[in-house]
């Protein structure tokens, strides 16, 4: 069974503008699921369906095989945990402490339980320490930590991020993947809603490719940036990761060398070819 679904999902704002077409999504456990396109493509719109933030059009959301209602929706947020792409949006309480601590006290967990779950978010993001530090004076990057610790603390089976690495600096991103890999080790699914073409291939299990909210693309890293995002960078007004260009280059200089989309996986094909006498 999947851990989220969508079947023929759309959704219309209330000014008339269809922002989803027919999307089939799914989401197993324990693997991470990017959302690739360009902005306005639809990105937000459904990852605020996967918890409930939205009411579809028309179509289905279902967690872990249950069908989004107002009935179960506590059960729903409880379960897949949204992370914005402001976290100022998030964060409001004086202090970290209180702000990690407002969604399990919401679900009338005794304060024992509350605080651990407070130390062992904190502990996850890398940010022990700050309890008593008013959120507002953080940086943005540590906001944005705090803002993921909050939804830890629910415990969710799904992690949900829009743009995680928007407004991070080159060290902070790196810090963010690293964490977004341990909780995937740690059992957690994740969505990640991203224009970083770069990385996505780093990250994703699976990558869906969204355009004027429609799916047009399902598969490996590998597949959609060869398959579909290659054949028409203009249409999707996205680009082949950078390492992938420097391959096509050298193919383009009469090169034998295959296309990679992983700094790794660049390195490793061009020390064959050194070894091998052919660059």
């Known amino acids: 069974m999947h851990i989220?679904?969508?079947?023929?999902?759309?959704?219309?704002y209330p000014d008339g503008t269809t922002a989803l077409r027919?999307?089939?999504?799914?989401?197993?456990?324990?693997?991470?699921?990017?959302?690739?396109?360009?902005?306005?493509?639809?990105?937000?719109?459904?990852?605020?369906?996967?918890?409930?933030?939205?009411?579809?059009?028309?179509?289905?959301?279902?967690?872990?095989?249950?069908?989004?209602?107002?009935?179960n929706l506590?059960?729903?947020?409880?379960?897949?945990?949204?992370?914005?792409?402001?976290?100022?949006?998030?964060?409001?309480?004086?202090?970290?402490?209180?702000d990690v601590a407002f969604g399990p006290r919401n679900l009338g967990l005794s304060e024992d339980v509350v605080q651990h779950r407070v130390e062992e978010a904190l502990k996850l993001v890398g940010m022990q320490g700050y309890e008593e530090k008013a959120p507002h004076n953080l940086s943005y990057g540590e906001k944005k930590r705090i803002a993921i610790a909050g939804v830890l603390a629910m415990e969710p089976?799904?992690?949900?991020?829009?743009e995680p690495t928007s407004g991070l600096d080159p060290l902070g991103v790196e810090e963010l993947v690293r964490l977004l890999k341990r909780l995937r080790r740690l059992g957690l699914s994740?969505?990640?809603a991203t224009h970083d073409v770069?990385?996505?291939?780093?990250?994703?299990?699976?990558?869906?490719?969204?355009h004027?909210?429609?799916?047009?693309?399902?598969?490996?890293?590998?597949?959609?940036?060869?398959?579909?995002?290659?054949?028409?960078?203009?249409?999707?007004?996205?680009?082949?990761?950078?390492v992938a260009q420097l391959l096509l280059r050298l193919?383009?200089?009469?090169?034998?060398?295959?296309v990679k989309l992983t700094v790794e996986d660049t390195a490793q094909e061009v020390a064959r070819h050194l070894g091998a006498g052919n660059i």
């Open 198 to 210: 770069d990385l996505v291939p780093t990250l994703a299990d699976r990558v869906y490719l969204l």
């Open 157 to 162: 089976q799904v992690l949900v991020l829009d």
């Open 190 to 192: 994740l969505v990640i």
């Open 212 to 242: 004027r909210g429609s799916v047009v693309g399902e598969g490996t890293a590998e597949e959609i940036f060869t398959r579909v995002v290659r054949g028409a960078p203009e249409r999707y007004n996205l680009r082949l990761p950078y």
């Open 251 to 258: 193919q383009e200089m009469g090169f034998d060398v295959e």
């Open 74 to 98: 506590l059960w729903v947020r409880k379960t897949v945990g949204l992370v914005f792409q402001n976290p100022e949006e998030q964060l409001f309480a004086p202090s970290v402490e209180e």
């Open 4 to 12: 989220i679904e969508t079947q023929r999902l759309c959704y219309n």
């Open 22 to 71: 027919q999307v089939d999504f799914i989401v197993n456990r324990s693997e991470i699921v990017a959302v690739l396109g360009a902005n306005g493509a639809g990105k937000t719109t459904l990852l605020k369906h996967l918890n409930g933030l939205l009411t579809p059009t028309s179509g289905r959301v279902l967690v872990a095989g249950e069908e989004i209602t107002r009935e």
